[in-house]
Every structure is written in structure tokens, then in C-alpha cells.
């Protein structure tokens, strides 16, 4: 496991970490030719580095692909319409935890991602607005969109 990958399983609880699928009420993101290795964190589940009572993503996804460039990506899945504030700040809790994780030294791309059923027009036009932007590490990154049952690996080479 590289160096990256073993901090941050050594930093999370085993319970919410997830193998395989993503799926959060019936919105599923296909992992086919994501980066790996990885990890995923589920925010939800026992063991989240996220307290329950604050508004956070879905997933935090950590990996290297074979040409050892390394990931780190906050998802929030919703399966119905999105709605850009809730969805900027979600994603944003999912940064600014997956801070402590990783070192700002360290060479990452950075993706927010919002995977939903549909996206209304003018909540995609807030969406792009730069004050929407999720910070990382001093880094701004615009939310990337995706549909449910898209590929990951679209998203995060976007």
C-alpha cells in the first residue's frame, strides 16, 4: 500500500471505510476504471471522522493510479434534484476533513464531485459560479457534475 493509501487508513476507523460500490439512496456512481488502489470513506457510517450532527458528503475517495498520480475526491450522491447550496456545503465539510489526511505537500488532484438524478439549469449555473468553489488545501476546485450510474473515472478527468 503506498505511502498515501496507509496514512490514511491509519487515520480512519476500519467500520467506514466501503469495498466496491457507491451507492447512497438509489443514485450509484460505476467505479469502472477508477483510479487504484483506493479507498473510500463512507461519511454516514460508525466511525466517520465526521461528527453526525454537521453537514457532510457522502464518500471521500483516496487513491494512486498506475502512473502514481494521487486522487482525493469528495462525493455527494443524491438520487431526486440537486440543490447547489446544500450540495457546496457538503462537499466542503468532505474537504476540509480530508485535510487532516493528507499533507499539503504532497501533490494531489483534487475533485468534488456531485452525481445526481437531475440537475436543474440554474442550479448548475450556481454551481459554476466561483464563490462555489470548494477550497482544498488554499486550491479552489469547481464542483464537477455527473449523472447517477455515470463513471467516476469521467468525473475526476474532467
Known amino acids: 500500500m503506498t505511502t498515501l493509501l496507509g496514512r490514511v487508513r491509519n487515520m480512519i476507523d ?10 447512497k439512496d438509489g443514485c450509484k456512481v460505476v467505479m469502472t476504471n477508477a483510479p487504484a488502489p483506493r479507498l473510500i470513506v463512507d461519511f ?14 457522502d464518500y471521500l475517495l483516496v487513491a494512486e493510479d498506475e502512473h502514481t498520480h494521487s486522487w482525493v475526491a469528495v462525493l455527494e450522491l ?22 487532516k489526511f493528507v499533507s499539503q505537500e504532497q501533490k494531489i488532484a483534487f475533485r468534488p464531485i456531485a452525481a445526481s438524478g ?22 479552489k476546485e469547481p464542483v464537477r457534475l455527473m449523472s447517477c450510474g455515470a463513471r467516476l473515472a469521467q468525473a475526476l478527468r474532467s
Request: hydrophobic share 35%.
Open 14 to 23: 476500519t467500520d467506514c471505510l466501503v469495498k466496491g460500490r457507491l451507492n
Open 118 to 139: 437531475s440537475t436543474a439549469k440554474h442550479e448548475r449555473a450556481k454551481l459554476r459560479q466561483k464563490a462555489n468553489a470548494i477550497t482544498f488545501h488554499r486550491n
Open 44 to 57: 454516514d457510517k460508525p466511525g466517520s471522522p465526521l461528527a453526525e450532527d454537521v453537514a457532510r458528503c
Open 78 to 99: 443524491k438520487r431526486g434534484k440537486l440543490h447547489a447550496e446544500q450540495v457546496v456545503r457538503q462537499l466542503q465539510a468532505g474537504a476540509s476533513a480530508a485535510e
